[in-house]
C-alpha cells in the first residue's frame, strides 16, 4: 500500500513562514501529479497547489497564489509546500495527495493520501 508521509506543520505568527514536506515511497512511485489539500474544522477538504509529475508544471488556489510554492525533491523523494505571509485563515489540517492518472485537472480525482499535519497560524 502506498504511503504518504506528512510533516512540518506547527503554530506560527500571522506573516510566518512554514515548509510542510510530503515524503512518496521512491523513485519507482509513478503518478500524475501530487498535490497539497487542507480542510479546516467544519469545512470540506480544500486543493491548496499541484505539481505535474513530468514537466513540473503547477497550479495553485488562488487565495495562495504568491504566498505559497510546491516543489519536488527526487532525490529526497519529497514535494514541498513552502508557505510564506501565512495568515490566521489558512489554519487547516494540510494533506498530501498523488494523482496516480490524467484526468484532466489537477485540482481533484487523488487517489492516495497522507495522513495530514495541523498547521496554526495565530492573530
Known amino acids: 500500500q502506498v504511503q504518504l508521509v506528512e510533516s512540518g506543520g506547527g503554530l506560527v505568527q500571522a506573516g510566518g513562514s512554514l515548509r510542510l514536506s510530503c515524503k512518496y515511497p521512491g523513485p519507482t512511485f509513478s503518478n500524475y501529479a501530487m498535490g497539497w489539500f487542507r480542510q479546516a474544522p467544519g469545512e470540506e477538504r480544500d486543493f491548496v497547489a499541484a505539481i505535474k509529475w513530468t514537466g513540473r508544471s503547477t497550479d495553485y488556489e488562488d487565495s495562495v497564489k504568491g504566498r505559497f510554492t510546491i516543489s519536488r525533491d527526487d532525490a529526497q523523494n519529497t514535494v514541498y509546500l513552502q508557505m510564506n505571509s501565512l495568515k490566521p485563515e489558512d489554519t487547516a489540517v494540510y494533506y498530501c495527495?498523488?494523482?496516480?492518472?490524467?484526468?484532466?485537472?489537477?485540482?481533484?480525482?487523488?487517489?492516495?493520501w497522507g495522513q495530514g499535519t495541523q498547521v496554526t497560524v495565530s492573530s
Open positions: 495527495a498523488a494523482q496516480l492518472y490524467d484526468i484532466g485537472s489537477m485540482r481533484k480525482g487523488y487517489g492516495v
